[in-house]
């Protein structure tokens, strides 16, 4: 099984930036994924999250309306379009693969830093 978080890097505030999560070994289309986050000196904090087949998500308050979430079975991958970024998203985003009762799968994640 494998997660591999691609996409971070340095932006300034007011940017974009697209993560992707590619995932391998496991039956993608039935798990829901996740994006969480690490920011510096904090505990590790959801950010959003997408069901399948029902496409339905949901997001932490701090970034609805900013960030989407969205997935491609056909292609095993998830993302996280990040938009209008701000130095409190600064922080290491990780993916994670949930079925309950049959596996929970993590990401080593992505550096996001967001600063002029």
């Known amino acids: 099984v494998q997660l591999v978080e691609s996409g971070g890097g340095l932006v300034q505030p007011g940017g974009s930036l697209r993560l992707s999560c590619a995932a391998s070994g496991f039956t993608f289309s039935s798990y829901g994924m996740r994006w969480f986050r690490r920011p510096p000196g904090q505990e590790r904090q959801l950010v959003a999250g997408?069901?399948?087949?029902?496409?339905?998500?949901n997001y932490a308050d701090s970034v609805k309306g900013r960030f989407t979430i969205s997935r491609d079975n056909a292609n095993n991958q998830v993302y996280l379009q990040m938009n209008s970024l701000k130095p409190e998203d600064t922080a290491v985003y990780y993916c994670?693969?949930?079925?309950?009762?049959?596996?929970?799968?993590w990401g080593q994640g992505t550096q996001v830093t967001v600063s002029s």
């Open positions: 994670r693969a949930v079925l309950y009762g049959v596996g929970d799968y």
């Open positions: 997408i069901l399948s087949p029902s496409g339905r998500t």
